[in-house]
């Protein structure tokens, strides 16, 4: 094997293994089983174990990243001269989550699983790699979001940031969950809808009254 085939090799079988028996549980031994390498390969092409996930997650998740920029690139440059609309903006940050993780037919759905383990295999390594994998999205998004909700303070707008993060790994980790709440009305692999309903679902939260102003209505 190359070199390139055994890297992506040892990549396919440590996707594999972190997504069914999760990051801690997967041994560097049965990833060289699976990928029928030696141990040396793995410390060749990534040091050690800790390099070779972030290496599982870069591979998956640094494409979503940039297709997000990408389609915020593109839709601020659209609306050079008129306003942003906050539809339009969760719409470049959601469509690219939701192709690549498998909705209407993508290719991996892996990514959703993995998504999953880091939600509950957290880890202050891997926090801290997520941290700076996402800063520019996290920054450029929530700068575009500010944009169209200038008037929310910041304490509600970090809470529904928050919130709105939420509610899209939930969807992207549990992608069957809303058909069986439904008893089949609702179709989770249909990917207009289940964008359609997300979106419409966080920007409703958004644009919701301020928290402090009820509690001054209540007082």
């Known amino acids: 094997m190359s070199d390139i085939d055994t890297k992506t090799a040892i990549l396919d079988a440590a996707e594999t293994l ?9 041994s560097l ?3 060289t089983s699976m990928a ?3 141990i040396a390969a793995i410390h060749y092409h990534f040091g050690s174990k800790d390099a070779l996930v972030k290496a599982v997650l870069e591979r998956r998740l640094s494409p979503i990243n940039q297709k997000r920029l990408d389609l915020l690139n593109a ?8 306003n942003l609309q906050l539809e339009d903006i969760l719409r470049a940050l959601f469509e690219p989550a939701l192709k690549m993780t498998g909705f209407g037919g993508g290719s991996h759905s892996n990514i959703a699983r993995l998504i999953g383990r880091l939600f509950s295999e957290p880890s202050h390594s891997l926090q801290l790699y997520l941290k700076a994998r996402f800063q520019e999205v996290f920054d450029r998004f929530s700068a575009a ?5 200038p008037d929310l303070p ?7 940031i928050h919130f709105m993060m939420g509610a899209m790994s939930h969807t992207l980790c549990d992608q069957e969950r809303p058909r ?10 249909c990917f207009e809808e289940t964008c359609d309903q997300l979106i419409a679902f966080v920007a ?3 644009r919701a009254q301020c928290v402090g102003i009820k509690r001054e209505d209540v007082e």
């Open 204 to 206: 409703g939260g958004l």
């Open 154 to 160: 910041d304490v509600d707008f970090f809470w529904r």
């Open 18 to 26: 972190f997504v069914e028996q999760g990051f801690e549980g997967a």
């Open 145 to 149: 979001l500010r944009s169209v909700l």
């Open 75 to 82: 839709l601020e440059l659209s609306c050079a001269d008129r």
């Open 29 to 31: 031994r049965s990833v």
């Open 180 to 189: 069986l709440l439904s008893g089949g009305i609702c179709n989770p692999q």
């Open 36 to 38: 029928n390498v030696n």
